[in-house]
T-cell receptor
């Protein structure tokens, strides 16, 4: 079965420290992977997708097919990065399969 | 453009009742997906509609149903409510026929079943 796993429920770092939010997937074929973010009292929104290979708000994510991972990284965390982060993959039914999410807390 | 809107935002029902939730997608978006979000299970896909047709369906019982109107607005219905149906129900719309390429989420409807 297609599955997206985020092993950390909570990640706490200090401002200026590097951040890596882990995501592993279990898929057959070529997955389409995304990171969604939900800031406090805001809607879930797309942060980035692997096919565009873009950097949004300083975040990047590289698809590693050998390790079946799509970790989200940022070299220097900011307090405004504190949010809930969800890794998601495109399911065979055309839907999104979400991981359980990781709460990132950036301390001053 | 106005974002995805969902009504009502909060709802309290009792077991055995039924409920209808509404979602208005972004203008021009033809795909609408529904998700259930709970602390234990996270975000789970319910179903997706495109041009008034249910195109995809998640692994939920038949008590969960939906429909889409010609203006792309969508409703989902849950019959014979159970305590476990308490959740945040999210609607997302997409301009493309491949739903997960560009999904825009609404604020959700918080359903509490007593």
């Amino acid at each position: 079965a297609q599955r997206v796993t985020q092993p950390e429920k909570l990640l706490s770092v200090f401002k200026g420290a590097p951040v890596e939010l882990k995501c592993n997937y279990s898929y057959s074929g070529s997955p389409e992977l995304f990171w969604y973010v939900q800031y406090s009292r805001q809607r879930l929104q797309l942060l980035l997708r692997h096919i565009s290979r873009e950097s949004i708000k300083g975040f990047t994510a590289d698809l590693n097919k050998g390790e079946t991972s799509f970790h989200l990284k940022k070299p220097f965390a900011q307090e405004e990065d504190s949010a809930m982060y969800y890794c998601a993959g495109g399911g065979s039914q055309g839907n999104l399969i979400f991981g359980k999410g990781t709460k990132l807390s950036v301390k001053p | 453009k106005a974002g995805v809107t969902q009504t009502p935002r909060y709802l309290i029902k009792t077991r055995g009742q039924q409920v209808t939730l509404s979602c208005s997608p972004i203008s021009g978006h033809r795909s609408v997906s529904w998700y259930q979000q709970t602390p234990g299970q996270g975000l789970q896909f319910l179903f997706e509609y495109f041009s008034e047709t249910q195109r995809n369906k998640g692994n939920f019982p038949g008590r969960f149903s939906g429909r889409q109107f010609s203006n792309s607005r969508s409703e989902m219905n849950v019959s014979t409510l159970e305590l476990g149906d308490s959740a945040l129900y999210l609607c997302a719309s997409s301009p493309l026929d491949r739903t997960y390429n560009e999904q825009f989420f609404g604020p959700g409807t918080r359903l509490t079943v007593l």
